[in-house]
C-alpha cells in the first residue's frame, strides 16, 4: 500500500512566560496500511491513536517542544512503543514541560526518518525555537511545518527562546527552496503551498 497522510486537530492549551493561550494543534499521522509515524504528540493520547487505528508506530517526530506539541509524548511513547525524537537545542522547553524527564532520542539536520516505503528528511528551522525542525516528504509532495510557517507567514518569535530574524532566515533558506507546488502541513490552522507564502 502506498503512504499516505491522516490528520486530526486536537484542542487543549499552550502555556509560556507566565501566559496560557487555548490551541487548536493539527496532529499528522503519514504512513501506510501497517506502519506510520506520528508527527507531534499535543493533548490526547485516545484522539491519536484514533488516527493510528492499530498500525505500528515507527516513531514520534516532535517539531518542537513546546507544551502544546510534547504534552502528552512520554504517555504517547509509552502506549506505543516507539521512540520519541526531539532536536537537543530544544532541552530547556522540554524540561519546562517535563522536568526531570530524559530528552527524547537527538533529531540532526538532514537525517531521515524511513517509513511506509519514503522518506520524510529533518530540516532544521530554528526561529520559533532553538530546535524546531520541519519534515519534508517528496514522495508525497509534502513538508510538515510545525510551527516554523503557517498560511500567511511565519510562526510566532514573541516569546522566550524565539528570534523573529532567524525564522524568517530558516524559512528563506529551507522552506522556500522547496518546489512552489509543495503543500505545507502547519502546526495549527489551514494548510497552504510553499508558492504561497514566498516573501
Not at 3 to 8: F, G, K, L, M, T
Not at 112 to 141: D, F, M, Q, R
Amino acid at each position: 500500500m502506498s503512504a499516505r497522510i491522516d490528520h486530526a486537530v486536537t484542542s487543549g492549551t499552550f502555556s509560556l512566560d507566565g501566559q496560557t493561550f487555548d490551541v487548536d494543534n493539527n496532529v499528522w499521522v503519514v504512513g501506510d496500511e501497517n506502519e506510520v509515524v506520528v508527527i507531534d504528540a499535543p493533548h490526547s493520547v485516545p484522539e491519536i491513536l484514533r488516527v493510528v487505528n492499530g498500525r505500528e508506530v515507527v516513531a514520534i517526530v516532535l517539531t518542537h517542544a513546546h507544551d502544546d506539541h510534547v504534552r502528552v509524548a512520554p504517555e504517547l511513547a509509552v502506549q506505543t512503543g516507539a521512540p520519541l525524537l526531539l532536536h537537543p537545542a530544544e532541552e530547556p522547553l522540554w524540561q519546562l514541560t517535563h522536568p526531570g524527564v530524559p530528552m527524547p532520542q537527538a533529531l540532526t539536520d538532514g537525517q531521515e526518518i524511513a517509513v511506509a516505503g519514503i522518506t520524510l528528511k529533518v530540516l532544521h528551522t530554528p526561529g520559533h525555537s532553538p530546535g524546531a525542525i520541519c519534515l519534508y516528504a517528496p514522495a508525497l509532495n509534502s513538508v510538515f511545518t510545525g510551527d516554523t510557517l503557517f498560511q500567511g507567514g511565519p510562526g510566532a518569535t514573541g516569546r522566550s527562546y524565539s528570534d523573529r530574524p532567524t525564522i524568517e532566515r530558516s524559512i528563506k533558506d529551507r522552506l522556500l527552496a522547496l518546489p512552489p507546488d509543495t503543500v505545507v502541513h502547519t502546526g495549527h490552522g489551514a494548510d497552504t503551498t510553499i508558492g504561497a507564502e514566498q516573501f
